[in-house]
T-cell receptor, first 114, second 110 residues
Framework: GAGVSQSPRYKVAKRGQDVALRCDPISGHVSLFWYQQALGQGPEFLTYFQNEAQLDKSGLPSDRFFAERPEGSVSTLKIQRTQQEDSAVYLC????????????FGNGTRLTVT | QKEVEQNSGPLSVPEGAIASLNCTYSDRGSQSFFWYRQYSGKSPELIMSIYSNGDKEDGRFTAQLNKASQYVSLLIRDSQPSDSATYLCAVYSGYSTLTFGKGTMLLVSP
């Protein structure tokens, strides 16, 4: 597609539910990133994929967070047993090459945990 | 921990003035630097990238980089109300991780 596509745009979950957020990057982009953005804050790094390999997951806040990109294109961020502090916008971004290419962001998924 | 620091603002400037946005970073090895603009409720969009010391101009925008001082800035000339947004500084730290500052809110008054 022309840009990074994320779904759903909005997700409301009850505390304790599991959620799955999808990201479809720009075709041919090697690198894929997930960020979490709380209100009034900058994006916080969660995890990074180069093709299907998850090279950095140091930003995942707990073992309830899991990300995958099994075929090197679409990625899913899964959050198990959601908590209120998980409420945020989850941004996916892709880039052509790792290390120095700018990131192109999707529109994000706004997660609200009630 | 690699850090990117920005004043949160808001920075208020009148229409037509020059807006100056500043950013410092902690990782001396950083090589790639970006400025993103984020409107409220929208995702970040790339404005400028800069990789070498000095100035880089693109239309009304100029990015300035000083690696010795670990400082990068963005100047917006002839500021317009439509420039009102949050400006995010981002730095590649290490091989893959793009670290963002918290952003500076810019308000341009007509």
């Amino acid at each position: 597609g022309a840009g990074v596509s994320q779904s759903p745009r909005y997700k409301v979950a009850k505390r304790g539910q599991d959620v799955a957020l999808r990201c479809d990057p720009i075709s041919g982009h090697v690198s894929l990133f997930w960020y979490q953005q709380a209100l009034g804050q900058g994006p916080e790094f969660l995890t990074y994929f180069q093709n299907e390999a998850q090279l950095d997951k140091s930003g995942l806040p707990s073992d309830r967070f899991f990300a995958e990109r099994p075929e090197g294109s679409v990625s899913t961020l899964k959050i198990q047993r959601t908590q209120q502090e998980d409420s945020a916008v989850y941004l996916c971004a892709s880039s052509l090459d790792p290390g120095d290419s700018p990131l192109h962001f999707g529109n994000g998924t706004r997660l609200t945990v009630t | 921990q690699k850090e990117v620091e920005q004043n949160s603002g808001p920075l208020s400037v009148p229409e037509g003035a020059i807006a100056s946005l500043n950013c410092t970073y902690s990782d001396r090895g950083s090589q790639s630097f970006f400025w993103y603009r984020q409107y409220s409720g929208k995702s970040p969009e790339l404005i400028m990238s800069i990789y070498s010391n000095g100035d880089k101009e693109d239309g009304r925008f100029t990015a300035q980089l000083n690696k010795a001082s670990q400082y990068v800035s963005l100047l917006i000339r002839d500021s317009q109300p439509s420039d009102s947004a949050t400006y995010l500084c981002a730095v590649y730290s290490g091989y893959s991780t793009l670290t963002f500052g918290k952003g500076t809110m810019l308000l341009v008054s007509p």
